[in-house]
Structure formats: structure tokens, C-alpha cells
């Protein structure tokens, strides 16, 4: 059962895969440990993923069912990120989706999007308008890619996008499968003066075909808490960290344990190592569009990583 799940979906966490065969995590470590010394897959920071040094890209109807639990905490989160009339950009991606969903709740936005699931999670949206970009359908993902979304997204400037992708290392920064979706979110991070990546831990590490957003140009990761036993994660996270990047960690259930962010849910914030790193290129920042608040909404407190 769990080789078949892994074949099938290019990468699941022990935490699904406990769920599916309806067993404990540590039975299920125990198993994957096995398989991978027969080389039939490898482990990969509280996962399994397919033998080799990138994974193949999943498609939607797979990722759907996939850590559905810790989608929706990073979700929950990243809401709280957004205000009230902003601009801000939606890559496409399951995560990203259930982002759009709370989305729908902030009056006043502006969203543009190439995912045609994040435009119906907005469709009925009071007071949000949704602009799709141009291009040719991506049917495995439901997203618009190819010159036509690039070249709608030129002269383009928002506060911030919000991107999810295959897979994130500190080393390369977001990466994906597909060199034209990797096209597209490279054009979405353009128009953006601010970069948030959504990705659970099951993605920390793990390093796909096609890098989509530097590790110097991400502004904050937004994650969910990776299980105790995870080391590797904590350590992928500290190494984005020291780069710079700012960690906000949501639990699996929803309530992410940090201080306090009314009216919405709580968030916590790692805080960086040392001095932030250079701006990203001249161009991010002279949006026209950028956060009223006129900075970054530092709110949080300093969490240790290697507390585990």
C-alpha cells in the first residue's frame, strides 16, 4: 500500500501515509525505512518520495488528498498576511487554493490569479474583484501558462504574491516540476514587492527540475510544524532562516500557538539570525501597489527552531 501511494503521487508525508493504512507513524517509518533499503523509494524529511534526485510533479486530483490537514493551518495563517483593499497575486496549487478561500472573507481585495481553482474559490467573493491572467490551460493543474500569462503580468505591481511549488531547499530556493508553470511564477514574483511561499514540511528539502523564486527573494515562508522526530526539517528551516527568511509556522490543527493577531488566527514568526538581507531588484520596489501600512508588520515572537 504504501509503495502503490508513493507511485502514484510522487511524494507522500508519513503522516498521510499513516492515515491511508490507518497505522501509526512509527509503523509506518518503520516500513518506509524498509523499502528504501531495497531501493524502492527514498525517505525525504517526513516523507517518501520516488527513488532519485528530483521528484516528479503530481497531479491535481493526487495533491488534493495530500496533507490536507496541514494545508489548511498554513492556509489559515497566510490569511492573516493580507489586508483589508490590497493588491495581491495567487499562484496556482492546492494550497494556494484553500488560501483563496479565506481570501474570499477580506473586502476590498484585488487578486490576480493564472489558477482557475483560486478564481472560482473567489468567484462569489463580496467585494473582490479577480483578475485572470491570459494563456493556455494547464489541465493537470487548472492553470494558465505559456507567453500569453507572461506578457499579461508585464507592468504589473502588487504588494505581494503568494506562490506554492514542488519543492523548497535553502540551497535553490521554491522549485517546481513543469518549465512552464516555473515561467509563470517567475512573471508573478516580478509584480510582486513582497514574496510569500506557502509550502508544508513535506516539500522543506526537497529540490525539483525548475527554480521558480530564489531563496534571496522570498520574503517569508509560511509552513506547518514538522513532526518532533523530523530533524531535517527543523534544520531546512533554521538554513532559510539564516538566509534571511522570515518562518511563520502554523500547527496541523489549525492553531499555529503564537501571539496573538485579532481578528483572525494566531501566527508565530521566526525571527531572523542576524541583519536582513539586501531588497530585492529595484523593480520590486517601486511598486505602485505596495502594503498601507508602509513596512513589513513585524508581530511576532522569537521562536527557536532547535528547541526540538
Avoid at 497566510?78 to 483593499?85: C, H, K, L, P, S
Avoid at 503568494?162 to 518549465?179: C, K, P, Q, W
Avoid at 503564537?258 to 501566527?267: C, E, F, H, L
Wanted: proline share 4%.
Amino acid at each position: 500500500m504504501i509503495l502503490e501511494m508513493v507511485r502514484a503521487n510522487g511524494a507522500v508525508s508519513l503522516r498521510e501515509l499513516a492515515r491511508v493504512v490507518q497505522t501509526s507513524e512509527v509503523t509506518v517509518r518503520r516500513d518506509v525505512r524498509a523499502l528504501e533499503a531495497e531501493g524502492l523509494l527514498d525517505r525525504r524529511h517526513g516523507g517518501a518520495v520516488l527513488p532519485g534526485g528530483f521528484t516528479r510533479e503530481s497531479g491535481f486530483p493526487q495533491k488534493s488528498h495530500l496533507a490536507t490537514a496541514e494545508k489548511t493551518a498554513i492556509a489559515d495563517l497566510a490569511a492573516n498576511f493580507v489586508e483589508e483593499g490590497e493588491a495581491v497575486v495567487v499562484g496556482a496549487g492546492t494550497t494556494t487554493q484553500e488560501l483563496a478561500r479565506r481570501l474570499a472573507r477580506i473586502p476590498g481585495l484585488t487578486v490576480v490569479t493564472n489558477s482557475l481553482l483560486v478564481a472560482q474559490a473567489l468567484a462569489h467573493a463580496n467585494r473582490v474583484e479577480v483578475v485572470m491572467t491570459g494563456g493556455t490551460l494547464r489541465g493537470s493543474n487548472y492553470a494558465l501558462v505559456g507567453s500569453g500569462a507572461e506578457q499579461s503580468l508585464q507592468g504589473l505591481r502588487v504588494s505581494r504574491a503568494f506562490l506554492s511549488g514542488s519543492g523548497l531547499t535553502a540551497e535553490r530556493g521554491l522549485s517546481t516540476s513543469n518549465m512552464l508553470s516555473a515561467s509563470v511564477d517567475r512573471a508573478l514574483v516580478q509584480a510582486a514587492a513582497e514574496v510569500v511561499v506557502l509550502a508544508d514540511h513535506t516539500k522543506l528539502g526537497t529540490d525539483t527540475m525548475f527554480q521558480t523564486v530564489p531563496t534571496d527573494v522570498i520574503t517569508r515562508l509560511v509552513t506547518d510544524e514538522p513532526p518532533v522526530h523530523d530533524d531535517r526539517a527543523a534544520t531546512e528551516l533554521q538554513a532559510l532562516a539564516d538566509q534571511g527568511v522570515q518562518i511563520a509556522v502554523a500547527g496541523a490543527s489549525g492553531n499555529s500557538g503564537g501571539d496573538s493577531v485579532p481578528p483572525r488566527q494566531a501566527r508565530r514568526d521566526v525571527a531572523l539570525p542576524g541583519p536582513r538581507r539586501g531588497q530585492p531588484a529595484s523593480g520590486l520596489r517601486t511598486a505602485a501597489m505596495l502594503d498601507p501600512s508602509g513596512g513589513e508588520r513585524e508581530r511576532a515572537r522569537v521562536a527557536d527552531l532547535r528547541r526540538r
